[in-house]
């Protein structure tokens, strides 16, 4: 694989992981404030992680599954 195609897979799958966690959001019922809040995070972050724009770390992928009420691994299947 080339330098470009990994940077293109890396980028599908953190906007994969971005739309389980609005998925899961939205299931809960919940805005983006309220699950940055709940998960101890900025909205901010939440929007950007949502748009598969941020390179999400171990610990707030446990914070994001423990605020949506669902294993970390909900999250992260299909990625």
């Avoid at 694989?1 to 609005?22: C, N, P, W, Y």
């Avoid at 994001?64 to 669902?70: D, E, I, S």
Wanted: charged share 30%.
């Amino acid at each position: 694989m080339t330098q470009a195609s990994d940077k293109l897979r890396i980028q599908r799958q953190r906007e994969a992981f971005g739309h389980r966690v609005r998925e899961q959001r939205l299931l809960a019922g919940l805005s983006q404030e309220e699950l940055a809040e709940a998960a101890g995070i900025h909205r901010t972050y939440v929007s950007s992680l949502e748009r598969g724009q941020r390179n999400v770390s171990l610990d707030n992928i446990i914070a994001l599954a423990r605020a949506l009420k669902v294993d970390a691994a909900q999250l992260l299947e299909g990625i």
